[in-house]
């Protein structure tokens, strides 16, 4: 029995490659900074080894106020800066860059948390055996902190995922794209519904590695 599709599977094919693309790379952008923002608001804060209260102030309240502005108005606030760097407004490379704005201070309070759990009496034994204060924070507090920081990845691929479905509605391409002008503009229910279900597919399968390999860490 065939599945009679209302629009071609390839389209479908390319929405979920370009949900990827703008999931995976804006991912990698908050992965990669991140961690070091959050390495700065653990450093700087009071007790910190580097401790100073103005710039972890000054840190905490950009990350704040980004963290705080909802995306879908983050996306239009940042077109100018959009198309100053990609050359566009839409498409899936001009989405990337609100995606990963949005993202790194998301990720980087998660990995504040994680860092802020590590046991004190490590890094008290680090300080006394001389260690560098940037080598605790390689061979201490990152290794002690990566379940947490695994797990708060996890949580932040997720959060990209729903937020590149909503950067569709401004022809971002993608999943969202595909749901709002082929299923919700032309009122076809079979589009939504598929979509749907790819995204809750999609967001199962990286839950499940992340919980997986946040497990194989902890038993280590």
């Known amino acids: 029995m065939s599945l009679n599709l209302s629009i071609p599977i390839e ?3 390319n929405a979920l490659a370009d949900t ?3 999931v995976g790379v804006s991912g990698g952008i908050a992965l990669a900074a991140g961690i070091p923002l959050a390495v700065l608001l653990i450093v700087t804060a009071p007790g ?23 995306f879908i108005v983050l996306l239009v606030a940042l077109i100018p800066f959009t198309r100053l760097v990609t050359g566009t407004t839409i498409g899936v490379w001009a989405a990337i860059v609100p995606l990963a704005i949005s993202a790194t201070p998301f990720f980087a309070r998660i990995v504040e948390v994680s860092l802020r759990e590590v046991d004190p009496g490590l890094i008290e034994a680090a300080q ?4 560098r204060k940037w080598d605790i924070v390689r061979h201490v507090y990152l290794p002690e902190a990566l379940p947490g920081i695994v797990g708060g990845f996890t949580i932040t691929l997720v959060a990209l995922i729903s937020s590149s ?16 002008r082929y299923g919700y503009q032309r009122f076809d229910t079979q589009v939504m519904l598929l979509v749907i279900a790819v995204l809750i597919a999609l967001v199962t399968v990286v839950q499940v590695l992340g919980d997986r390999y946040v497990r194989r860490l902890r038993s280590r």
Request: proline residues 4%.
């Open 20 to 22: 990827l693309m703008m």
């Open 165 to 180: 479905a909503m950067a569709g509605a401004v022809g971002a391409g993608g999943l969202g794209d595909l749901a709002i």
């Open 11 to 13: 389209r479908y094919g």
């Open 128 to 131: 006394a055996m001389g260690c």
């Open 48 to 70: 910190g080894f580097l401790a100073s209260p103005r710039t972890h102030r000054a840190l905490g309240s950009v990350i704040n106020g980004f963290r705080a502005t909802p």
